[in-house]
């Protein structure tokens, strides 16, 4: 199937039917019944021990889609190793890697006429990637964060060498190549004084919807620092695509900022045309300063406007808390993960082992939390579009003692997990020998 959303996986079937194989955004796909000639691997982001030193993340091909149930997943001896920190995105049959600070280099990947993962090409990039999503099932959109970019008095407020505008780039998921360069402010600020300062918007998602770039973000200050501002509204723009010219700017004060820090599925959309965001809303998240709960905003299909009679207050509802990731899988359904101790210090919802995370089911639609039976309290920091197939999500979690965020123990364990997200349940499954899996794939020639 795929590595993406349910609402391409209807495209991807019906282009199968014309072509081969289609794929899309934030959670991928694969046509369930490839031609004969074709060839299907399951592919996964894995992440090594120890954390914070080159090389620790590998593109690791898999023997079977039984291989994420059973057993051990190693790059003992195997796998294509990357440079430094990464974060990974499919579109289509293409999956790409792209450097964080070490390297700003986006490869991509493909399988050979053998079905062996090979390297395609790749392009570099000028700041840093933050976020991503496929348009379609040969255009991958990736934007750049850019922050620290700009001359920032925190006295006057003022940015004074102004912000420069984000740069988008459009990319041929056929040919891994960049085929178009666009740049647009977005909603950026050069400041007034302190207590109305310059800020940068920092994008934590995107989606495609009627001709429409949907895109979420938070609002940074300029000069490097990772701290939000204004955090109590949620904050969308919609462009025109492919032209990526601003049509308007919405917020919405029910609940805070959207997404989290880094690339985060923070808006996505259902099967029906309908988006939904999610808002972090706690200081371990990276989220300080908020008053309003940690929630669910939906904009309705066919407009570009944040629904009035909408909202899930996830916080305050039985089974619920403070969200610190959400991951839409299909038929009203997503996967979250919860904190369990919002007071757990600064950012720490971000380390990648411990037992303050627990997942759950939200139903957007009659709003309520299911805990997921079967999965243990755990600690993740990143994962790309959650894979689906055969209607099961697959995800990985990090048990153990708490870390620093960056810092690397033996001492956790990781397995892969099965989630029935209709029945709230998941089945534990291989054990990963390193410190997650950033990803789960399904590449096809």
Same mark, same amino acid.
């Given at each position: ?29 694969? $046509? #369930? ?27 690791? &091909? ?7 149930? $059973?057993? !051990? ?52 990039? &000028? ?8 348009? /379609?099932?040969?255009?991958? %959109? ?42 647009? #402010? ?20 995107? @989606? ?6 949907? %895109? ?10 990772? %701290? ?16 990526? &010219? ?27 045309? /309908? ?31 944040? /629904? ?46 411990? &037992? ?47 870390? !620093? ?13 099965? @989630? ?26």
């Amino acid at each position: 199937m795929k590595t993406q959303k349910w609402k391409y996986y209807i495209m991807a079937v019906a282009l199968a039917v014309m072509t081969a194989y289609s794929c899309s955004d934030d959670d991928s796909e694969i $046509s #369930p019944n490839p031609d004969p000639a074709t060839s299907s691997k399951y592919v996964v982001a894995f992440q090594s021990l120890p954390v914070g030193q080159a090389s620790v993340d590998y593109v690791l &091909e898999l023997p079977s889609k039984e291989a994420l149930m $059973s057993g !051990e997943i190693t790059v003992e001896g195997t796998g294509i190793p990357q440079t430094g920190w990464r974060f990974f995105h499919q579109t289509g049959n293409t999956l790409f890697t792209a450097g964080y600070i070490e390297d700003r280099r986006c490869i991509s990947y493909q399988l050979n006429e053998e079905a062996t993962v090979e390297k395609k090409t790749d392009f570099t990039y &000028e700041s840093t990637l933050n976020n991503y999503t496929s348009i /379609d099932a040969t255009t991958l %959109l990736a934007v750049e964060g850019s922050i620290g970019v700009a001359s920032f008095d925190e006295n006057t407020g003022i940015a004074s060498d102004g912000i420069p505008d984000r740069t988008f780039y459009f990319v041929d998921a056929i040919t891994g190549a960049v085929t178009d360069k666009k740049t647009n #402010p977005v909603d950026s600020f050069d400041g007034e004084s302190a207590t109305n300062p310059a800020y940068i918007p920092w994008v934590t998602g995107m @989606v495609m919807r009627d001709g429409k770039l949907f %895109l979420s973000y938070q609002k940074y200050y300029p000069n490097g620092s990772t %701290l939000a501002i204004a955090v109590d509204k949620a904050y969308v723009a919609v462009l025109t695509y492919p032209e990526l &010219e601003l049509e308007k700017l919405i917020e919405d004060d029910r609940t805070s900022s959207i997404g989290t820090f880094g690339p985060s599925t923070g808006i996505e959309q259902a099967e029906n045309g /309908d988006i939904y965001s999610y808002s972090a809303a706690s200081e371990t998240s990276g989220i300080f300063g908020a008053t309003k709960p940690s929630g669910v905003l939906k904009i309705s299909n066919g407009s570009t406007d944040f /629904d009035t009679e909408y909202f899930f207050d996830v916080e305050n509802t039985t089974n619920g808390g403070k969200i610190y990731w959400m991951d839409y899988i299909g038929n009203g359904k997503a996967l979250a993960r919860i904190v369990l101790d919002e007071n757990m210090g600064d950012w720490l919802a971000f380390t990648e082992q411990g &037992e303050h995370l627990k997942l759950v089911v939200l139903d957007l639609i009659n709003k309520t939390v299911t805990n997921v039976e079967g999965m243990p309290n755990h600690g993740n920091r990143y994962t790309a579009p959650t894979f689906v197939e055969d209607g099961k999500a697959y995800v990985t979690g990090r048990t153990g003692e708490l870390l !620093e965020i960056g810092s690397a123990s033996d001492t956790g364990e990781t397995y892969v997990y099965e @989630v029935d997200v209709e029945n709230a349940t998941a089945v534990r499954g291989a054990k990963v020998n390193g410190f997650g899996l950033k990803g789960i794939f399904k590449l096809s020639n």
